[in-house]
């Protein structure tokens, strides 16, 4: 009973190793396949620029004319409508990164697009990112030489202070400023 068990399992080990490939023929059966398709597609590329070819020399003077003239317009509206979507795609990349924009007057927006007529991502990002962050912090120091803050009486003497002092001590206090709102009354 036990030798029928170890034939059995002995089988299944050899048969599941004969039905799978290696990886390298697993390998090389895609790179087979992935330089058929490199090959079609240059074949491909090479068929399409030469009837483009064909039709161009097919063309008369006036469909020549025709279709430099959808060219020039849609350059146009690209240029036009690429801008105002560069401005965009720089207003929330800026936002995203935390920093400020300078303002678009000084911004050559048309740098920012594509030879396609679409904004460039990578330009864009590399822009921003040359930007100086943001300081989130105070301009400047708070509450320093911005004027008297706390009480007036704050740090001046008053009279039963003045009493249980030397005169040389009241004098020195005076020169302080320590006695200047017991002098103006206001203690």
Do not use: H
């Not at 090479?46 to 003077?61: H, I």
């Amino acid at each position: 009973m036990d030798e029928t068990k170890n034939e059995q399992v002995s089988t299944e080990a050899g048969s599941a190793g004969e039905g799978q490939p290696d990886a390298a023929a697993l390998q090389a059966e895609i790179d087979k396949w992935k330089a058929l398709s490199r090959k079609n597609e240059d074949r491909f590329k090479q068929a399409s620029s030469e009837l483009e070819g064909f039709r161009q020399s097919q063309m008369t003077d006036t469909e020549k004319a025709i279709e430099a003239a959808k060219v020039e317009a849609r350059n146009a509206a690209l240029s036009e409508v690429g801008t105002k979507l560069v401005n965009a795609e720089l207003r929330a990349a800026s936002s995203a990164a935390g920093v400020t924009l300078p303002g678009a007057e000084y911004l050559n927006l048309s740098s920012f697009l594509g030879e396609d007529g679409n904004p460039d991502s990578a330009r864009i990002e590399a822009f921003v990112s040359s930007l100086p962050k943001s300081n989130s912090g105070a301009a400047y120091a708070q509450n320093i030489g911005l004027g008297r803050q706390g009480s007036p009486a704050a740090g001046q003497l008053t009279r039963e202070d003045l009493s249980r002092m030397s005169p040389r001590e009241i004098n020195e206090a005076r020169k302080a400023g320590k006695c200047d709102a017991l002098m103006r009354g206001e203690i």
